[in-house]
């Protein structure tokens, strides 16, 4: 389903909060999206709107049910949302990757009519940036912002500014003639380049949304999976 202008009064629309669980601060995103829209479709919104590369397998379980990527054991995805009849307050989860187990609630807060000549899906809300890919789900991703921000990130910072000093503010050259305290400064750049992914806590909803509207869910939906 494309990001197309809805041209006719009487479409449906549903309003839905989207949460990662199992981390803190919240990761969640409010998205609108047509009723008429396929469980595959959605898959492809929630990549888009997360922040996820849609390079893994996948599942919804809605109502007993488990919709599933074709290369699983389960229900097609082709279903329409409004099939489901979904009601107010209506919860189901999606879960991408099946070895990490990035697990979402998605939560049914309205239905509505669409608003003639706006475009969806559409992003109206989130907050808090998305893990990075294969970083070992929930626990392994904990772990790594722990460390980001520990002893050991503050040591390379410390090595990071001492050279800046000494090469860059002092003009002193020599500090790169030690091949062991290069190597330390090439490790410590390494390392701190590592750790930006886990520090990274903004969302840009005006982001997410330019990539609806150049149809990154569509992309997302039929990404390669693993």
Known sequence: MKTIPIK??????????IRLLGISPMVWRRVVVAEEMSLRDLHGVVQAVMGWDGIHLFEFNIQGARYTSPNLCGEPTSKMLSAFRFRKNAKF??????????????????????????????CIGGA?????????????YLARREE?????????????IDFIDRAV?????????????RWRIEMAVERSGSRIPFLEAKFSRQAVNKGLRADEHRRLMHQQVM
């Open 169 to 181: 503010l002092k003009g002193d050259p020599s500090v790169l003639d030690d091949e062991d305290q």
């Open 128 to 140: 808090g940036a998305c893990p990075p890919e294969d970083c070992g789900g929930v626990h392994g």
């Open 148 to 160: 980001a921000t520990g002893l050991d990130a503050y040591n390379d910072l410390d090595t990071l």
């Open 8 to 17: 006719a009064d009487t479409a449906s629309v549903l309003q839905l909060k």
């Open 93 to 122: 989860r999606y879960i991408y990757d099946m070895g990490a187990w990035w697990e979402h609630e998605v939560r049914v807060e309205d239905r509505f009519t669409a608003v003639v000549g706006k475009r969806y899906p559409m």
